[in-house]
């Protein structure tokens, strides 16, 4: 529970970042926090078709700027979201 939880959690903290852009990002993050997923497929598999897309396009950039910002654990955490997509 502790690696879902860090790995959702670094997942939130990238949504934080266009919460005040868009609603899609608020959407999904009231989704990490009011549900108990038992792993990160459980919470893709509870993403609608719309939600799976923002995220790919979201996670792909995000993944890019920690890569060259040199945050790898970073990278890595966000990385096990996006490869379940």
């Known amino acids: 529970m502790v690696i879902l939880e860090k790995t959702l959690g ?3 903290e990238a949504l934080s970042n266009y ?3 868009d609603d899609m990002s608020k ?6 926090l009011t549900n ?3 792993g990160e497929g459980d919470f893709v598999k509870a993403l609608s078709q ?3 897309n923002y995220l ?3 996670l792909t950039y995000e993944i890019q700027h920690a890569m ?5 654990q970073r990278v890595y955490e ?8």
């Open 10 to 12: 670094y997942l939130r």
């Open 19 to 21: 919460h005040d852009r």
């Open 27 to 32: 959407s999904i993050t009231h989704k990490i």
């Open 36 to 38: 108990q997923f038992n």
């Open 50 to 52: 719309l939600e799976t």
């Open 56 to 58: 790919e396009h979201l």
């Open 68 to 72: 060259k910002s040199g945050d790898y």
């Open 78 to 85: 966000l990385n096990e979201v996006y490869e379940l997509l």
